[in-house]
Every structure is written in C-alpha cells, then in structure tokens.
Nanobody, 118 residues
C-alpha cells in the first residue's frame, strides 16, 4: 500500500501563490504517474485533473491552470509538488494528490483545502 500525505494548502488572496506538497510512503516502487486533482465546494462534483506527471517527467495540465501552475517531482524524496501562481477565486477547492500504480490502480491523499479570496 501507498500512503500519500498532502500539505501546503491555506488561504491566500487572489494573485498570490501557494505550493502544495505530497509525500509518498509505503510501496512507492509501484508508483508510475502522480498528479493533483481538485474538487470544488458546494455541489457534489467530480474531481477534476489539475496536473499530471509521468515517471519520465512528462507533464500535462488542465487548460484552466496552464501557465500558472507547475507540477514537479523529487524522486529522491518521494514527493510531488504543485506550485500555484496567480491564483484566482475559482481555484478554491480541496486538492488531492493521486498516484497511479503499475497495475493501474490509484491511491489518494486525504486532501488539502486551498481558498483564494477576491
């Protein structure tokens, strides 16, 4: 099993920055890709992909965050980061770390709240 622990969320004004971290432990050898998803408050919504990074370092982003967010991973620390700049109120969500394993199963973190005030 893999455990994912997120940190770095909080309250920030529009235009500000935050960096999220996700530390993986346990059976990390099984992890291929990692990513960040978010789920907006209020209605029961699906989690939407924010950013994704493969084991080879290839990245992809949701159109809504391109140019503002950067995903990276430090394999030595078993940690993936999400640098979020130029934050907007619509970025307010619970952000979840996700790991995709070699058998295509997924692990999730507990989530961290990001709130952007206008």
């Amino acid at each position: 099993q893999v455990q994912l622990v997120e940190s770095g969320g909080g309250l920030v004004q529009a235009g500000g920055s935050l960096r999220l971290s996700c530390a993986a432990s346990g059976s990390i050898f099984s992890i291929n890709a990692m990513g960040w998803y978010r789920q907006a408050p209020g209605k029961q919504r699906e989690r939407e992909l924010v950013a994704h990074i493969s084991s080879g370092g290839e990245t992809n982003y949701a159109d809504s965050v391109k140019g503002r967010f950067t995903i990276s991973r430090d394999n030595a620390k078993n940690t993936v980061y999400l640098q979020m700049n130029s934050l907007k109120p619509e970025d307010t969500s619970v952000y979840y770390c996700n790991a995709v394993h070699s058998d295509f199963t997924r692990s999730w973190g507990q989530g961290t709240q990001v709130t952007v005030s206008s």
